[in-house]
């Protein structure tokens, strides 16, 4: 056994589930240790945990996520068998099949869930997690202002943030978010997942797309439909992107919008790995036309 597997074994224990009988190591995460445990009676619950949680919370607001895009957005997402201030414990999903027509019911799922979970206001009751760093979630009446403070700037005090972007590109950010009423066209708020990549869409037993791994808010939709776009999708995925685009009106600009509202994932990125997969400078290739020219 490994040392992550027996880390696990000792957290779902120590919680009670002293049936389990073996773990085997799950991957595509980043911020948490993963795997798929066996019971004694040969049923399996996914699980993970932290090493050192970044707050008490963290599990929790991530179980509330996933209610919330099932009961309210009508999503598919795991069963929340446990979740506390050290493991959290799921339903085991399927792996993504690796078909168009498992993208064009994703493109449905999402596209209802965007379209009828619309708030007045952009936020949410309380911070969550994206990864290992706190998703702020301030309430505003302004998406510009939200995605802004709490999207963009927020990511500026990080350290490796600091240390990755010069005083240029901060400044350049700065003026990209006074300019993003003239960018980015007004939308309403909705539900959003908040970490939509590939790798977060499994299916369920019987093959319809779930989603997990939330970061939930209410802000604009693009937010999710950026985070699948430019984290390279597999070829199969062309479907969703034209269907979705069909069922919620998009407008034929929005893929330039794209790199504009990926700024926050690419942020996060830099703030919480290293090395960061690129982000830096995709993120300082995106600020070039708004640093000042002398």
């Known amino acids: 056994?490994?040392?992550?597997?027996?880390?696990?074994?000792?957290?779902?224990?120590?919680a009670g589930l002293t049936d389990v009988v073996a773990i085997e190591p799950a991957t595509g995460g980043l911020a948490?240790?993963?795997?798929?445990?066996?019971?004694?009676?040969?049923?399996?619950?996914?699980?993970?945990?932290?090493?050192?949680?970044?707050?008490?919370d963290a599990f929790a607001a991530e179980a509330e996520g996933l209610t919330v895009l099932?009961?309210?957005?009508?999503?598919?997402?795991?069963?929340?068998?446990?979740?506390?201030?050290?493991?959290?414990?799921?339903?085991?999903?399927?792996?993504?099949?690796?078909?168009?027509?498992?993208?064009e019911k994703l493109a449905h799922a999402l596209a209802h869930l965007h379209t009828t979970t619309r708030h007045a206001r952009f936020g949410w009751h309380r911070d969550n997690w994206l990864g290992r760093r706190r998703q702020v979630n301030?309430?505003?009446?302004?998406?510009?202002?939200?995605?802004?403070?709490?999207?963009?700037?927020?990511?500026?005090?990080?350290?490796?943030v600091q240390e990755a972007l010069d005083a240029a590109d901060r400044a350049a950010l700065e003026r990209l978010c006074d300019r993003l009423p003239e960018l980015l066209?007004?939308?309403p708020a909705c539900l959003t997942h908040?970490?939509?990549?590939?790798?977060?869409?499994?299916a369920t037993p019987d093959g319809r797309p779930a989603l997990?791994?939330?970061a939930v808010s209410y802000t604009w939709a693009e937010v999710d439909l950026a985070h699948l776009w430019t984290t390279t999708p597999p070829p199969e995925a062309h479907v969703f992107f034209e269907l979705y685009a069909e069922l919620t009106?998009?407008?034929?600009?929005?893929?330039?919008?794209?790199?504009?509202?990926?700024?926050?994932?690419?942020?996060?990125?830099?703030?919480q790995f290293d090395p960061d997969w690129g982000a830096a400078a995709v993120v300082r290739a995106t600020l070039a036309p708004f640093r000042q020219r002398h």
């Not at 056994?1 to 120590?14: D, G, I, K, P, V």
């Not at 999503?75 to 799921?90: C, E, F, G, K, N």
């Not at 929005?254 to 926050?264: D, G, K, V």
């Open 185 to 187: 066209p007004v939308r």
């Open 70 to 103: 099932r009961e309210a957005g009508g999503v598919a997402t795991p069963d929340i068998i446990l979740a506390d201030r050290d493991l959290l414990v799921l339903s085991v999903l399927q792996p993504r099949p690796g078909t168009e027509a498992f993208w």
């Open 212 to 214: 997990i791994d939330p």
């Open 138 to 160: 301030t309430w505003e009446g302004d998406g510009f202002a939200f995605f802004a403070q709490h999207r963009l700037l927020r990511w500026l005090g990080e350290r490796r």
């Open 194 to 202: 908040g970490d939509l990549w590939a790798s977060n869409a499994m």
């Open 249 to 271: 009106g998009l407008d034929r600009d929005w893929r330039e919008r794209m790199p504009i509202l990926q700024l926050r994932q690419h942020l996060a990125v830099i703030a």
């Open 1 to 14: 056994m490994t040392e992550s597997t027996s880390f696990l074994l000792e957290r779902l224990h120590a």
């Open 32 to 56: 948490a240790t993963a795997g798929l445990a066996r019971r004694g009676d040969g049923t399996s619950v996914f699980v993970k945990a932290f090493g050192e949680p970044p707050s008490d």
